[in-house]
């Protein structure tokens, strides 16, 4: 079985497990004091060009963004998101379950605009029983977002200013960041990010760690107790060191943009194939996921080899099904698709 199914199905980079066995024996501080997640940080503050900020390491993205949102977020307070976002479909409930509503915008592409978010807050505003109802006080997208698409600088630029305006914060998951980052036409990169957003994490996960997610805190005033929350959400890793030396080597001589590149050549190269073959994409994306209409029929015999990800029905002949390069992808089981496809 060839699996397309999505960018985590592989262990991790050759390079990372060499790093963890070299350092296994050594003794170190717990719980992500370490001299390796002080150097991580280091690195990842530099490429953000970002001092203030603070970084801090965790295991997984829906860990994350819990953490995150819940130190953010008052009990009365809510966060909005596409109604595609990660959080609201994804993620069982986390939120919620920690006392947060999730307003969700409607959207085609998986973003948001900064105009639907001033809506959102000037709906609540002007509302008569304001004080009955939640308040929308945090703004979530995500990098490339669940449908493969990506933010614009003039975009993020945008939700920034709104933000500002309406005295709203702004998260970014990057759970794919750096397939976003590597994109064709991306214009976007980490100092950006680091600028207009309070807090975002770039993803290990899913882009060549063995596990682990990346949180830069930009805003200083979020910073605050931080570490507590962490704790109290189970997110404190004993051996934190684990998280920091891969994220040294993630960032060591470019290999997490290297290994980005890697999966958009091959996402390009199964798009292009496909388009050559007539198939047709539910959504245009230049990065490592991509969504192609398969008539049900074919779908059937492609099966027996490949796994993949059934996004919805189309129409009555055929579906749309999700395919995801990553990192660890072969060229030849492109290929080997392709000629199948």
Same mark, same amino acid.
């Given at each position: 079985m060839i699996a397309f199914n999505c960018d985590y199905n @592989?262990? &991790?980079?050759? $390079?990372?497990? @060499? &790093?963890?066995i070299e350092t296994n024996m050594e003794q170190t501080a717990g719980y992500g004091e370490d001299q390796y997640c002080k150097e991580a940080e280091t690195i990842i503050k530099g490429l953000c060009q970002s001092q203030k900020a603070e970084v801090h390491f965790m295991v997984g993205g829906t860990q994350a963004n819990l953490t995150v949102i819940s130190s953010i977020l $008052?009990?009365?307070? &809510?966060?909005?998101?596409?109604v595609s976002g990660h959080i609201n479909?994804?993620?069982?409930g986390a939120i919620e379950a920690c006392g947060h509503k999730v307003m969700t915008l409607p959207s085609d592409d998986g973003k948001i605009s900064a105009k639907q978010v001033e809506e959102v807050y000037m709906h609540h505003k002007n509302d008569a029983s304001f004080e009955h109802m939640t308040q929308p006080k945090l703004v979530y997208i995500s990098n490339p977002t669940e449908l493969g698409t990506i933010y614009t600088k003039k975009e993020l630029e945008d939700l920034r200013t709104v933000c500002d305006e309406c005295g709203m914060y702004l998260y970014l998951d990057g759970a794919r960041l750096g397939y976003g980052l590597c994109a064709d036409g991306n214009d976007l990169d980490l100092e950006i990010i680091a600028k207009n957003c309070d807090v975002f994490y770039i993803g290990g996960t899913k882009v060549g760690a063995l596990f682990g997610e990346a949180i830069v805190i930009c805003?200083?005033?979020l910073q605050e107790d931080f570490r507590y929350i962490m704790k109290q959400k189970g997110g404190m890793l004993a051996k934190g060191r684990l998280l920091g030396l891969q994220f040294k080597e993630l960032f060591k001589d470019g290999l997490y943009f290297a290994m980005s590149k890697h999966a958009i050549h091959l996402a390009m190269r199964l798009k292009n194939g496909l388009t050559e073959k007539g198939y047709k994409f539910f959504i245009d994306s230049n990065t490592n996921q991509q969504f192609v209409i398969v008539p049900d029929e074919k779908l059937e015999e492609l099966k027996e080899t490949y796994a993949y990800t059934y996004q919805e029905k189309y129409d009555e002949k055929s579906s749309v099904i999700r395919l995801c390069t990553s990192w660890a992808t072969k060229e030849e089981n492109i290929e080997q698709l392709? $000629?199948?496809?």
């Amino acid at each position: 079985m060839i699996a397309f199914n999505c960018d985590y199905n @592989e262990g &991790a980079h050759p $390079r990372i497990l @060499e &790093a963890l066995i070299e350092t296994n024996m050594e003794q170190t501080a717990g719980y992500g004091e370490d001299q390796y997640c002080k150097e991580a940080e280091t690195i990842i503050k530099g490429l953000c060009q970002s001092q203030k900020a603070e970084v801090h390491f965790m295991v997984g993205g829906t860990q994350a963004n819990l953490t995150v949102i819940s130190s953010i977020l $008052r009990p009365h307070q &809510a966060v909005v998101c596409a109604v595609s976002g990660h959080i609201n479909v994804h993620e069982t409930g986390a939120i919620e379950a920690c006392g947060h509503k999730v307003m969700t915008l409607p959207s085609d592409d998986g973003k948001i605009s900064a105009k639907q978010v001033e809506e959102v807050y000037m709906h609540h505003k002007n509302d008569a029983s304001f004080e009955h109802m939640t308040q929308p006080k945090l703004v979530y997208i995500s990098n490339p977002t669940e449908l493969g698409t990506i933010y614009t600088k003039k975009e993020l630029e945008d939700l920034r200013t709104v933000c500002d305006e309406c005295g709203m914060y702004l998260y970014l998951d990057g759970a794919r960041l750096g397939y976003g980052l590597c994109a064709d036409g991306n214009d976007l990169d980490l100092e950006i990010i680091a600028k207009n957003c309070d807090v975002f994490y770039i993803g290990g996960t899913k882009v060549g760690a063995l596990f682990g997610e990346a949180i830069v805190i930009c805003n200083v005033d979020l910073q605050e107790d931080f570490r507590y929350i962490m704790k109290q959400k189970g997110g404190m890793l004993a051996k934190g060191r684990l998280l920091g030396l891969q994220f040294k080597e993630l960032f060591k001589d470019g290999l997490y943009f290297a290994m980005s590149k890697h999966a958009i050549h091959l996402a390009m190269r199964l798009k292009n194939g496909l388009t050559e073959k007539g198939y047709k994409f539910f959504i245009d994306s230049n990065t490592n996921q991509q969504f192609v209409i398969v008539p049900d029929e074919k779908l059937e015999e492609l099966k027996e080899t490949y796994a993949y990800t059934y996004q919805e029905k189309y129409d009555e002949k055929s579906s749309v099904i999700r395919l995801c390069t990553s990192w660890a992808t072969k060229e030849e089981n492109i290929e080997q698709l392709l $000629r199948d496809m």
